[in-house]
T-cell receptor, first 110, second 111 residues
Framework: GQSLEQPSEVTAVEGAIVQINCTYQTSGFYGLSWYQQHDGGAPTFLSYNALDGLEETGRFSSFLSRSDSYGYLLLQELQMKDSASYFCAVYRGGYQKVTFGTGTKLQVIP | DGGITQSPKYLFRKEGQNVTLSCEQNLNHDAMYWYRQDPGQGLRLIYYSQIVNDFQKGDIAEGYSVSREKKESFPLTVTSAQKNPTAFYLC??????????FGNGTRLTVT
């Protein structure tokens, strides 16, 4: 089967940097993705890593190490609006099932 | 604007009744998905469909049924056989090897 592990909660100060880790176990791995979800809202796509290394998109960066079955999401210059839940998700190719982690609730404090 | 529409936003039903949740997309995506989310938990896949008239069970399909008669529509029926139906239900769509686009969800409460 598939499993993903990420911390349940993280607290960080406005303007700081925070890293949310994700480790996974899966067969047929194609890539790791990150989604953001505000309370009561729909998840929205943040990033996708198919190859090892760092992908940067504005204040957000995502890293993948396939050999370690590990990835992380890095959020820089934190803003209050970044308070949300962040989910890592494993893709197993094409239209294959996408498996989500249990999510990390990030609280940004002043 | 293209997107995914789920309706209604809130739904209340009595135990023992079947209920159908609507999901419509105008993104011309081939694949559609239904996820269930419980408080403080991740998203669990119920069913997915890659093409019209075809669908596959996800990880927690028991007590649910779907149909895919049109590319744009993927309704989910929560049957009376589902033991714990109260949850937040999210519909999504995608094209191959692309991110999932989610609707705003339907919050179902069964009492």
């Amino acid at each position: 089967g598939q499993s993903l592990e990420q911390p349940s909660e993280v607290t960080a100060v406005e303007g700081a940097i925070v890293q949310i880790n994700c480790t996974y176990q899966t067969s047929g791995f194609y890539g790791l993705s990150w989604y953001q979800q505000h309370d009561g809202g729909a998840p929205t796509f943040l990033s996708y890593n198919a190859l090892d290394g760092l992908e940067e998109t504005g204040r957000f960066s995502s890293f993948l190490s396939r050999s370690d079955s590990y990835g992380y999401l890095l959020l820089q210059e934190l803003q209050m609006k970044d308070s949300a839940s962040y989910f890592c998700a494993v893709y197993r190719g094409g239209y294959q099932k996408v498996t989500f982690g249990t999510g990390t609730k990030l609280q940004v404090i002043p | 604007d293209g997107g995914i529409t789920q309706s209604p936003k809130y739904l209340f039903r009595k135990e023992g009744q079947n209920v159908t949740l609507s999901c419509e997309q105008n993104l011309n995506h081939d694949a559609m998905y239904w996820y269930r989310q419980d408080p403080g938990q991740g998203l669990r896949l119920i069913y997915y469909s890659q093409i019209v008239n075809d669908f596959q069970k996800g990880d927690i399909a028991e007590g649910y049924s779907v149909s895919r008669e049109k590319k744009e529509s993927f309704p989910l029926t929560v049957t009376s056989a589902q033991k714990n139906p109260t949850a937040f239900y999210l519909c999504a769509s995608s094209i191959q090897d692309s991110p999932l686009h989610f609707g705003n969800g339907t919050r179902l409460t069964v009492t």
